[in-house]
């Protein structure tokens, strides 16, 4: 399936190229990480699953990064940390998520 992307520049000048929605089966993906990890054996609550929904959002929805489409994730996460929370803003922005970041909030995602 071929969808509609378009491409962010961070703060730092990299381009990213995204996905411009999301389908169902990859947002059950990411739920499922969610439900599947909230709290522990013991029933307390436990936190790194949404560590792993981040890490899924972000090889779901990033096609590239500066036109390379190898080691997407790892990339991402040895980017400066600004760039980092820019880009997983933008994420959930095309998810239907919310953002703190004025940048993102000031523009739709095509005029990003």
């Known amino acids: 399936m071929n969808r509609e992307t378009r491409v962010i520049k961070t703060p730092n000048g990299d381009n990213i190229e995204i996905k411009t929605y999301i389908i169902g089966r990859e ?21 790194g699953f949404l560590r792993r929904q981040t890490h899924k959002l972000i090889e779901i929805m990033v096609v590239s990064i500066n ?8 990339t991402i996460l040895d980017m400066r940390s600004d760039d980092y929370v820019f880009i997983v803003e933008a994420l ?19 005029s990003i």
């Open 67 to 74: 036109e390379k489409k190898e080691k997407i994730l790892d």
């Open 92 to 110: 959930d922005k095309v998810t239907g998520g919310k953002t703190d970041n004025p940048d993102l909030k000031k523009k739709d995602l095509k």
């Open 27 to 47: 947002l059950e993906a990411i739920e499922d990480i969610m439900y599947s990890g909230v709290k522990d054996p013991d029933g307390k609550f436990k936190l």
